[in-house]
């Protein structure tokens, strides 16, 4: 497996999937998943990462997103941060 799809299986699995596959997501929310995949799925893994921790800080965008995910009751990138952070950190970056 590439970095790049273990960062995109880890939020699949913790943050992404669980809204694709809900009766109860909007279908805008539906919309801003599968935005944000095709994104992240673009960059390499290194960029993967600095748009998870950009999304946390914010951008006028992210923080509607983020609220809208929080508003119908689903998991945020800031709910996964530590387990994010313990994964893809520097020496994970760096690892071949």
Do not use: H
Not at 59 to 85: H, L, P, W, Y
């Amino acid at each position: 497996m590439t970095k790049e799809e273990e960062v995109i299986k880890f939020l699949s699995e913790n943050v992404f999937n669980p809204i694709l596959t809900s009766k109860v997501s909007s279908v805008q929310l539906k919309q801003g998943v599968n935005w944000t995949i095709m994104c992240m799925k673009k960059l390499k893994a290194n960029k993967m990462v600095q748009y998870y921790w950009d999304s946390i800080v914010g951008t006028d965008n992210s923080s509607k997103f983020a609220k809208q995910m929080k508003a119908e009751g689903f998991t945020r990138f800031e709910e996964v941060i530590d387990a994010f952070r313990d994964k893809f950190n520097d020496k994970w970056l760096r690892k071949k």
